[in-house]
């Protein structure tokens, strides 16, 4: 089965550009997290999506970053515009039931470079 | 509130020598998930084992073992006979039964030398 896909896995920009990131979970699997890594902050939870709904974007930085979950294969997060200390590795995870297990499975993340 | 605390932030140790990486967490959910992650130098995070709070258990998969232990709030891992390969960084998390969010601790950075 293939695992968490993401896309770009290398992104390099400029400042003020705006920048998409995508991510297709796991078949089958309903809820969908947006993570940001950086050496200084660790792993941040951004957001997260539980059958295509938003339940809790507290963790968004600021309004430049926006996510969408148009149907259950297929999810963005944007930020516009970008800036420098955006640079980082961004990672997608899908999780299945919570019933069921709990554990997410992440994608290979996208490093994000903003000059 | 729920908490994950990995004090070791560095280990290094000689190929072969045996290690674990501590976890301690803190929840007040009766029942709850808890997790290990790798994440290798190429930078993906690849899950290892769940542990629901019912089963206190010890688990053993090859090399790797774990100790899950209640009353002292503990999740350790520990490596036998550590490879260069398992060079990595390892997170340890927390979930609740049937929550949302998983909390991930700051990781230990595992060296293993040759």
């Known amino acids: 089965d293939a695992g968490v896909i993401q896309s770009p896995r290398h992104e390099v920009t400029e400042m003020g550009q705006e920048v998409t990131l995508r991510c297709k979970p796991i078949?089958?699997?309903?809820?969908l997290f947006w993570y940001r890594q950086t050496m200084m902050r660790g792993l941040e939870l951004l957001i997260y999506?539980?059958?295509?709904?938003?339940?809790?974007d507290s963790g968004m930085p600021e309004d430049r970053f926006s996510a969408k979950m148009p149907n259950a294969s297929f999810s963005t997060l944007k930020i516009q515009p970008s800036e420098p200390r955006d640079s980082a590795v961004y990672f997608c995870?899908?999780?299945?039931?919570?019933?069921?297990?709990?554990?997410?499975?992440f994608g290979p993340g996208t490093r994000l470079t903003v000059l | 509130a729920q908490k994950v605390t990995q004090a070791q932030t560095e280990i290094s140790v000689v190929e072969k020598e045996d290690v674990t990486l501590d976890c301690v967490y803190e929840?007040?959910?009766?029942?709850?998930?808890l997790f290990w992650y790798k994440q290798p130098p190429s930078g993906e995070l690849v899950f290892l084992i769940r542990?629901?709070?019912?089963?206190?258990q010890n688990e053993i998969s090859g090399r790797y073992s774990w100790n899950f232990q209640k009353s002292t709030s503990s999740f350790n891992f520990t490596i036998t006979a550590s490879q260069v390969v398992d060079s990595a960084v390892y997170f340890c998390?927390?979930?609740?039964?049937?929550?949302?969010?998983?909390?991930f601790g700051a990781g230990t950075r595992l060296f293993v030398k040759a």
């Open positions: 998390a927390l979930s609740a039964t049937g929550g949302f969010k998983t909390i």
């Open positions: 999506f539980n059958n295509n709904v938003p339940i809790d």
């Open positions: 542990r629901n709070s019912f089963d206190e």
């Open positions: 929840t007040r959910d009766t029942t709850y998930y």
């Open positions: 995870a899908s999780r299945g039931l919570a019933s069921s297990y709990n554990e997410q499975f």
């Open positions: 078949s089958g699997h309903n809820s």
